[in-house]
């Protein structure tokens, strides 16, 4: 597998939002269905300005092939390629979106010009690009033959980047810019600012406080629905696995459980709202990729177990609690990768139980150094961690592993806040042990179900 190429990874001294790291989208995963969507989307649009396309073909490469059918990748394709983006499609409307152009063989590129479309027009190549072992390439032909192609690599957290091309992000002056953990202390010791408060300073580079903190409240807002929307459903989910949903009747035990302070209660209702989320995000629901799709239970979790057993929760303190755990979730991004394509597992559960770490001793009334470690606990213990989804379906032992990753950021952050803030592993040095560790992991290990529980537990 080729090396991700520096236009891969977020390019470090580019300021983040927090809207870059925390989108509304549909599962099963980011890099997998939300990236390929908005390429699909951009490709259809592309297409439609340069030629009058009659027909579309698209390449999956590398991991976008090998775990493809498993993470809905074929669908997102197609979704995209029908003029849909994944914060605004239905979830509910997307089996008749399909049905309709299997049914009938034509695709409304762009959601307006009919071309003939089938099955055979996505074709799963398991070669390796260079550039990113997540690519897809679309080229669209007219009636006389004339093409257009484009590659896209789809590179984490639903981010895509056409390839040979910058990442087509503008920079922003941020008042207080930071690339390291080290630097955000600096800042943090200069002004007396929270973290949480200097990344809420720096998003006024982009939009008014006001609106910041409506996005905030909204993220907040989509989190709980995921957890309430899966805490109702039951049923199997798709993909073949059989795998039975379990949040709602867990959430209905709990409900009725007498004793509510028994010793596991606690951790049991955080394990609830990770499965609940998790649940959603396979089922193709609505989520929010926190960072990515396959973490997306660890951060509502923390926030919920917040808001519902820490006295004085608030509002404003889950917008800290979001903030904080952005701060974190960009240097990651900056330092390292957020794709399982590049990391493994510990980029996508590992750097969420980080941030949701460092977001919650935030809210707890940690200092800045108490949140730095917390959220170097969180990644510490997470190190190593592979991706092997069974199947190549973001269910086993995905939906688990955000119980593990949630309950692990919780304890993370009590734990950095019974200390002083001074530890012996600085945030800097996991986040480059991190990125070491993803480089060296075999291919087998990252994204393609090729090793690990996907080759040794039979799917049926
Ligand atoms: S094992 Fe981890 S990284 Fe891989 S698909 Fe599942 S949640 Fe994502």
Redesign the pocket.
């Known amino acids: 597998m080729p090396e991700p190429s520096a236009e891969s990874r977020a390019d470090a001294r580019r300021a983040i939002s927090v809207t870059e790291l925390f989108t509304i989208g549909i599962g099963p995963?980011s890099s997998h269905t939300v990236g390929p969507m908005r390429a699909a989307h951009a490709f259809a649009e592309a297409a439609l300005d340069a030629i009058q396309p009659v027909r579309v073909r698209c390449e999956l490469f590398g991991s976008l092939s090998l775990t493809g059918r498993g993470h809905a990748t074929d669908t997102a394709v197609i979704l995209g390629l029908a003029g849909h983006l994944p914060d605004a499609v239905d979830p509910d409307a997307i089996p008749a979106i399909l049905a309709s152009v299997r049914d009938e063989g034509r695709l409304p590129l762009g959601g307006r010009v009919p071309i003939d479309f089938a099955a055979e027009d996505i074709v799963f190549s398991h070669e390796f690009l260079p550039g990113h072992p997540n690519a897809v390439r679309f080229t669209a032909a007219d009636a006389q033959g004339e093409e257009v192609s484009r590659t896209y690599f789809s590179i984490g957290g639903g981010v895509v980047v056409e390839a040979g091309a910058a990442l087509h992000i503008a920079n922003a002056a941020v008042t207080h810019p930071f690339d390291s953990g080290a630097e955000l202390l600096e800042i943090g010791e200069a002004t007396g600012l929270s973290i949480g408060a200097i990344v809420r300073r720096n998003e006024g580079a982009w939009r008014s406080e006001g609106e910041t903190d409506a996005f905030l409240d909204a993220v907040r807002d989509a989190m709980l629905a995921s957890i309430e929307r899966g805490c109702a459903a039951e049923g199997i989910l798709p993909g073949g696995l059989n795998v039975r949903r379990r949040a709602k009747a867990l959430h209905a035990t709990l409900l009725a459980r007498k004793d509510r302070a028994g010793p596991a209660s606690v951790m049991e209702w955080i394990s609830l709202w990770a499965l609940a989320v998790n649940e959603e995000n396979a089922a193709g629901g609505r989520v929010v990729t926190a960072p990515?799709n396959?973490?997306a239970g660890v951060i509502p979790a923390v926030l919920k177990y917040y808001e519902s057993f820490v006295e004085g929760a608030s509002p404003e303190g889950s917008r800290m609690l979001l903030a904080t755990a952005a701060a974190i979730g960009f240097l990651y991004k900056k330092r390292a990768s957020i794709s399982?394509a590049e990391m493994?597992?510990q980029?996508?559960?590992g750097v969420a139980c980080s941030m949701a770490a460092a977001g919650l001793a935030a809210v707890l009334g940690g200092t800045n150094q108490q949140i730095e470690n917390a959220a170097e606990i969180g990644m510490e213990h997470n190190l190593g961690l592979t991706?092997?989804?069974i199947g190549g379906l973001?269910q086993v032992?995905?939906i688990e592993?955000n119980t593990m990753g949630a309950v692990k950021a919780v304890n993370a952050a009590h734990l950095a806040l019974h200390g002083d803030g001074s530890h012996v592993v600085p945030l800097d040095a996991v986040i480059e042990t991190m990125r070491q560790t993803g480089d060296h992991m075999r291919s087998e290990y990252k994204?393609t179900s090729l090793g690990g529980l996907a080759v040794n537990v039979v799917a049926c």
Request: charged letters at 20%.
């Open positions: 995963s990515t396959g973490a399982a493994g597992c980029g996508e559960v991706c092997d989804p973001v032992p995905c592993r994204e």
